[in-house]
């Protein structure tokens, strides 16, 4: 499975972005697919998962009522809508497929896919 995470950019604090994570290769559809984030000298974050038939749904408490994630089977993507982003959201996104679901310890995610860069400014 490969994945192509994409929707990153530079915005104000109060303001939204949606992530897209489009995946590809054999029963792409079929995998849950798991947000992680990355600040620059910090640890990678759990950010929110979805089950493969989108029905399921987990979220960290720090994004719990901004973030909603959702996929388009059709399309093989999974989106991140990040509303109300703060400067604290700033970080590296990551999307990625697990082992198993749920699970939010990114050692049981086994691809990746290469990041996408959010900064949001004060």
């Known amino acids: 499975v490969q994945l192509q995470a994409s929707g990153g950019g530079l915005v104000q604090a109060g303001g939204s972005l949606r992530l897209s994570c489009a995946a590809s290769g054999r029963t792409s559809s079929s995998y849950a697919i798991g947000w992680f984030r990355q600040d620059p000298g910090k640890e990678l974050e759990f950010v929110a998962t979805?089950?493969?038939?989108?029905?399921?749904?987990y979220y960290a408490d720090s994004v719990k009522g901004r973030f909603t994630i959702s996929r388009d089977s059709a399309k093989n993507t999974v989106y991140l809508q990040m509303n109300s982003l703060k400067p604290e959201d700033t970080a590296v996104y990551y999307c990625?497929?697990?082992?198993?679901?749920?699970?939010?310890?990114?050692?049981?995610?086994?691809?990746w896919g290469q990041g996408t860069l959010v900064t949001v400014s004060s």
């Open positions: 990625a497929v697990p082992t198993v679901f749920p699970v939010m310890n990114p050692i049981r995610y086994k691809y």
């Open positions: 979805i089950n493969w038939s989108g029905g399921s749904t």
